[in-house]
Structure formats: C-alpha cells, structure tokens
C-alpha cells in the first residue's frame, strides 16, 4: 500500500503541479539531447533511442555543430529573451530534465547520456558513501572545509564513475569553459583527451569559436559552456534586472557568433535546468545543532529543493515523524524505495553507486521551498534563486536551433 506522501507525490503529478522526467506526454529529455549530440560525434545510437535519432535529425549533421549550455536558461526565459535577439528568433523545441534539475546531475547526463540512477551524480552535494563526507561534487572539493577531494583520497575517476560519452568522440570534440573550470577535474573527466579552449570573456568565447569553425575549418562538436544566466539568477532571482542583463548579454555574444558563422555551423543552445524565485517565507533551515541531526548518519545533502538524508539505522520512524511534524506541510518524505518506485531519478533501477549516494530519503515539494542545511545567514539560504526540485520553472529547458 502506497504510503501518504507517495500519494501525495502521485497526485501533484497528475494535478500538474510537478512534471515527471519522462512518464506520461514529457518532452525528449536531457537524456535524448546528450545521446542526439553523441550520435552527431560518431557516437552509435542503439535501437531504442528513437527521441534521441529524431533530435539528431533535427539538429544536422551536415555541418560542424556548435552546442551551448547556457546554464539556467529555462523555458521561462524564452519569452523574455528580447525581440529580434538569436534566442527569440531561432526554431525552439522543448525537452525536460532530468532529476534532480540541478546543474551537477544534468551535465554528468550531457556527458554520459546516462540517467542519475545510472550516473550516480545526483547533486551539488553529493554524499560520498565509501568516504563518509559530503563533497560539493563538481569544484571536487568537501563540503564543509572546502579541502580538495584529493587530500581524503578520492580520484576523480571514483567521484565520476560512468563512462563520459563526449569522451569517446575521437578527434570530434572541443569544448570551451571559462578559465577557472577548463581543466576541472570534472571538465576532464567530460571531455577525456579532447582539446579545450578556456575563456575570460564573452567576447573571448566568442572569438575562441569563429576562430576554430571559420579560420581553422575545424569539424565536429564545438561544446561552450556559459554559467553567466544561472549565477545572475541565483544571486539576484530569474526575473531580476540583473538577470535579464546576463540574458541580453548571451544573446547579443550568440548573436554575434552565429552572423560571423554565417551558416558554416549548424547551432544548438540548450540548459540543464530552469530556475525558481525563493522568498524569504519559503526558507526553512536546518540548523546543524537541531535535535534531528541526531537521527541521521550525516548532515543532510543533495539539494535546497530536494534535502536527501542518510537516516541512521533504526530510526527511520522516529525520523520521519520527527520530519513531517515540522515540515510535512510543505514536504513530501519519501523513502529511496518510494523514489525508485515512482521512477524519478530514471526508468531503471538504481545503481549501487546512485543509491548509496542519495540515502536513505529525499524530500519533495510542490511549492518553491527550499530547506538549507548550515548556519543562520549562510551564503546558500541568502541566494534568491533555487532549482532541482520537479517544478515546470525548473524541469522545463528549450533546444533552440539557430
């Protein structure tokens, strides 16, 4: 028998409120554009991946590809992208995300083609099982002391253990990420042995790629990758001026690419998730001297919108009751055998890897909630925008072609 909060879930789904990854009429997923994108870099596509043949299609392959990540361009910013723009005017197709929405499990699916029950990233802050600390996953380094994974002891290879589908693009790839990322341990681990060129600017970014398509006559992916939108949006909130700023900003630099293209690409933008204003009533803190802490193994992880919880063996009742006492209103608790159940981390089963680094439970919303782990004014609870959770705001992204 389902319990309550599995009903709850169950219902959002049906009323609209929240949009399953890929049951019911959901759009191609995260999971369809990564293996579209493979597929164009001579990656096989099996039988199965029918979404991701049609996406491909729709793409090209006749000419090289230049692929951008814009992250945190939501479907909402379609419509606020400004008249005459590259993002207003090009052909606009919708896709979902996966979940959790968030940037570290949707870029391990753009570079695995692997849903986050295969994948095992799940979060910003994922908890490392076999290591017993919680990791910010993709600057590598712990949580709390903002020490190198390394100094515990932990490879890169063991943090991102499925195989990057980007990688096996032979002499097909090169990306471009800002300096400070460009040869992350997780950039690497995506792009394997392709060559990368890091950037300081829009404008250096956008000079990088003419040089490589048009002068060079360099074929294959190009992959950019542009954090501006997400970092403006979480800082400011997705409406804000300074927002819309950092939008009006990409898309003059995209613009100026695709005219100094001019048709000697095929262009895809795309985002890992959208995003959602958080008020100051909708944070809840979980102070890390609050009694409920004694009920779990380790301090809460995974995301604001979606709390994922290690729950000390034997004490899942005293947990949960505890748990939906104080923000069952809000919340949805559901246990890592009702999350599989109802599918939302993939259509199969869990890894290993994945279950162990999720936990015991995770919590979901309908509302725009969010539940910081830290102390009173911490830097993530002063933030004004969220995503990760199964919102429209947040699950919905564009593939716009150019």
């Not at 959208?274 to 008020?279: D, F, I, K, Q, T």
Request: aromatic share 6%.
């Amino acid at each position: 028998m389902a319990s309550a909060d599995v009903e709850r879930v169950e219902r959002w789904f049906r009323d609209g409120d929240l949009l399953h990854p890929f049951e019911g009429d959901a759009p191609p997923s995260t999971v369809d554009l990564a293996r579209a994108i493979a597929s164009i870099g001579g990656v096989p596509l099996s039988d199965e991946d029918t979404r991701a043949a049609e996406l491909a299609e729709r793409i090209g392959r006749d000419r090289p590809l230049l692929f951008v990540l814009v992250d945190g361009l939501g479907c909402v910013f379609d419509e606020l992208a400004k008249p005459g723009g590259l993002l207003a005017g090009a052909e606009g197709i919708q896709l979902r995300s996966v979940f959790p929405s968030t940037t570290a499990a949707a870029l391990t699916t753009l570079a695995t083609g692997a849903w986050p029950c295969q994948h095992g990233v799940p979060a910003w802050y994922t908890h490392l099982h076999h290591n017993d600390l919680t990791a910010t996953i993709l600057p590598f380094v712990e949580r709390d002391s903002e020490r190198k994974l390394q100094e515990f002891g932990i490879r890169p290879s063991e943090a991102f253990a499925y195989p990057s589908l980007m990688a096996s693009m032979q002499g097909r790839l090169r990306t471009y990420h800002p300096r400070a990322i460009s040869n992350s341990e997780f950039t690497t681990y995506l792009r394997g042995s392709a060559p990368t060129d890091p950037y300081d600017s829009l404008r250096d970014a956008a000079a990088s790629v003419v040089s490589r398509i048009v002068e060079q006559d360099e074929p294959g992916i190009h992959y950019l990758y542009l954090p501006m939108v997400d970092s403006a949006s979480h800082r400011d909130g997705p409406l804000a001026s300074g927002t819309l700023r950092a939008l009006e900003k990409v898309d003059r630099a995209l613009g100026a690419i695709s005219e100094q293209l001019d048709g000697r690409a095929r262009i895809a933008i795309s985002a890992d998730h959208g995003e959602l204003h958080v008020s100051a009533a909708e944070k809840s803190l979980f102070l890390p001297d609050d009694e409920i802490i004694d009920e779990l193994h380790t301090p809460p992880h995974g995301e604001p919108r979606v709390p994922m919880f290690c729950v000390r063996s034997g004490r899942k009742d005293a947990f949960a009751g505890q748990f939906r006492e104080r923000w069952g209103r809000d919340w949805a608790l559901l246990t890592l055998e009702e999350a599989e159940q109802l599918r939302l981390f993939g259509p199969t089963p869990l890894s290993s890897l994945a279950a162990e680094r999720i936990g015991s439970h995770i919590a979901v919303s309908a509302n725009r909630n969010i539940l910081v782990y830290g102390e009173a004014g911490n830097r993530v609870s002063a933030l004004n925008g969220y995503h990760a959770g199964l919102r429209s705001e947040e699950m919905e992204i564009p593939l716009l072609l150019a």
